[in-house]
């Protein structure tokens, strides 16, 4: 089941997921999979799924959920179908494609949910990151904010709910793209790591075909307080407590 470069990580009641030194998850996969709020969700994608951290904390909590799982990295692929075997989870799909190419692939207009923990930096700005898997993972080198909106509304029904997570210099960008593409911003969430210091994240959901305007901005999440992680922090983890914020 484990390669030598791999380890599995616990993610509470009783799941886990295979990762590696160049595959893993962060806290902002915690949070965004905590936002979506994917238990009231019947049909929901995760593109970009990397190892599949997303869905299966999705099917932690709602194993109803009907859950296609979108990768365009092989190697990410196999931990992810390794790591819902694993599991025993019976409603997760994992997919070798580009989210760009899903025509076909996944039915169009039929998901309640779509989220996305997308490449954090434009290409071509930063410093680039010499192996293919990182530079795939931290820069927009296959996807742009723009695909991965345009993706989400093809995928979407009516009212279905985008949600992303992205660093703060690059909220402009998101909410003039997924406007553009009819998901019409409805909450907004920063994440800080405590009260003193700027936003490192925001977390924003939009719904397909939503009315303009009514943007809620909800208070700011901290991720630690009195030197450890906060009230709210300690519950969205749960079971879950080894994670850390980057």
Same mark, same amino acid.
């Given at each position: 089941?484990?390669?030598?470069?791999?380890?599995?990580?616990?993610?509470?009641?009783?799941?886990?997921?295979?990762?590696?030194?160049?595959?893993?998850?962060?806290?902002?996969?915690?949070?965004? &999979?905590?936002?979506?709020?994917? *238990?009231?969700?019947?049909? !929901?994608?995760? +593109?970009?799924?990397?190892? =599949?951290?997303?869905? $299966?904390?999705?099917?932690?909590?709602?194993?109803?959920?009907?859950?296609?799982?979108?990768?365009?990295?092989?190697?990410?692929?196999?931990?992810?179908?390794?790591?819902?075997?694993?599991?025993?989870?019976?409603?997760?799909?994992?997919?070798?494609?580009?989210?760009?190419?899903?025509?076909?692939?996944?039915?169009?207009?039929?998901?309640?949910?779509?989220?996305?923990?997308?490449?954090?930096?434009?290409?071509?700005?930063?410093?680039?990151?010499?192996?293919?898997?990182?530079?795939?993972?931290?820069?927009? &080198?296959?996807?742009?904010?723009? *695909?991965?909106?345009?993706? !989400?509304?093809? +995928?979407?029904?009516?009212? =279905?709910?985008?949600? $992303?997570?992205?660093?703060?210099?690059?909220?402009?960008?998101?909410?003039?793209?997924?406007?553009?593409?009819?998901?019409?911003?409805?909450?907004?969430?920063?994440?800080?790591?405590?009260?003193?210091?700027?936003?490192?994240?925001?977390?924003?959901?939009?719904?397909?075909?939503?009315?303009?305007?009514?943007?809620?901005?909800?208070?700011?999440?901290?991720?630690?307080?009195?030197?450890?992680?906060?009230?709210?922090?300690?519950?969205?983890?749960?079971?879950?407590?080894?994670?850390?914020?980057?």
């Amino acid at each position: 089941m484990l390669k030598t470069s791999e380890r599995l990580e616990l993610l509470g009641n009783g799941v886990r997921v295979i990762v590696s030194d160049l595959f893993h998850f962060s806290t902002d996969t915690i949070l965004l &999979a905590d936002f979506s709020g994917a *238990d009231r969700a019947k049909t !929901a994608v995760d +593109l970009g799924t990397g190892c =599949g951290t997303i869905p $299966l904390l999705w099917a932690r909590e709602n194993r109803a959920t009907k859950i296609a799982a979108v990768e365009i990295q092989p190697e990410c692929c196999s931990m992810a179908r390794r790591s819902v075997e694993l599991n025993k989870i019976d409603n997760i799909e994992v997919i070798n494609a580009d989210l760009t190419e899903l025509r076909g692939v996944l039915p169009f207009g039929y998901f309640d949910l779509v989220s996305c923990n997308p490449p954090y930096k434009l290409t071509g700005s930063g410093i680039t990151n010499p192996a293919k898997e990182k530079l795939l993972a931290r820069h927009e &080198a296959t996807c742009t904010i723009e *695909d991965i909106t345009l993706s !989400a509304k093809n +995928l979407l029904q009516f009212g =279905g709910r985008f949600c $992303l997570c992205q660093r703060p210099e690059r909220l402009t960008d998101v909410l003039f793209a997924m406007r553009k593409n009819d998901l019409e911003p409805k909450r907004l969430r920063f994440v800080q790591q405590r009260p003193d210091k700027a936003p490192k994240l925001f977390l924003v959901e939009g719904r397909r075909g939503g009315k303009s305007g009514g943007l809620i901005v909800e208070p700011t999440l901290f991720i630690e307080e009195n030197g450890d992680f906060s009230a709210e922090m300690k519950k969205i983890y749960g079971s879950y407590k080894e994670g850390h914020y980057e």
